[in-house]
């Protein structure tokens, strides 16, 4: 535990991952007050919505693991970072703007993609320098998962009414957050290129 909490790297890809992990369950504990609630959705139509969702969230994870054959995925989760701040931002311009159901459903579809696309960044970014520790590492990055999913999830319930513009204030704050990891933690210029052989 001790070498790989001194890892500054997985330090920072840890709370990469736990940003990214707050603001899913984040969206599970608030999309049936946006979509239910807030759009009158049945339970038929909320599920086939987030069906749709759950299929870009697999596909997305499948092109992030065939894009690491030839990208850095520090570099990766730049970009995705950036995708999921911008759909944050958009959420909370479009809650507050009370937007219609079908552009808060297309933002939440890129939200709930692009945190498929980030799992398999985070995932070999904590666990290339630790193999011989996979388990503990992959330990650490699962307390760490439960422990911000557990304290941010209930958060737009406190600033009012758990809608769009609530989970997009979280969404943008988490991944400030988990910008300011990447790019002063992490470093992505300093992380060791993976080994493709």
């Excluded at 552009?103 to 290339?128: D, R």
């Amino acid at each position: 535990m001790r070498i790989i909490l001194a890892d500054r790297a997985f330090v920072g890809v840890a709370v990469i991952a736990a940003m990214v992990f707050a603001t899913v369950i984040t969206y599970l504990s608030t999309t049936p007050f946006i979509f239910q609630d807030g759009f009158g959705l049945d339970a038929q139509q909320f599920g086939l919505l987030f069906a749709v969702n759950a299929l870009g969230l697999l596909a997305a994870t499948q092109v992030s693991a065939r894009l690491m054959r030839w990208l850095e995925p520090a570099w990766m989760l730049a970009g995705v970072l950036t995708v999921m701040l911008a759909s944050g931002a958009a959420l909370t311009l479009l809650g507050l703007s009370h937007a219609p159901f079908l552009s808060v459903a297309a933002v939440s579809f890129v939200f709930v993609s692009a945190s498929g696309f980030a799992n398999p960044c985070v995932s070999i970014l904590t666990l290339k320098d630790h193999r011989g520790r996979a388990g503990s590492a992959a330990a650490i990055t699962g307390f760490a998962n439960s422990i911000a999913g557990g304290v941010v999830s209930p958060l737009p319930g406190l600033l009012g009414k758990a809608g769009a513009a609530s989970l997009g204030i979280i969404v943008v704050t988490a991944m400030i957050v988990a910008m300011l990891a990447l790019w002063l933690v992490v470093r992505p210029w300093t992380v060791t290129r993976l080994s493709r052989d």
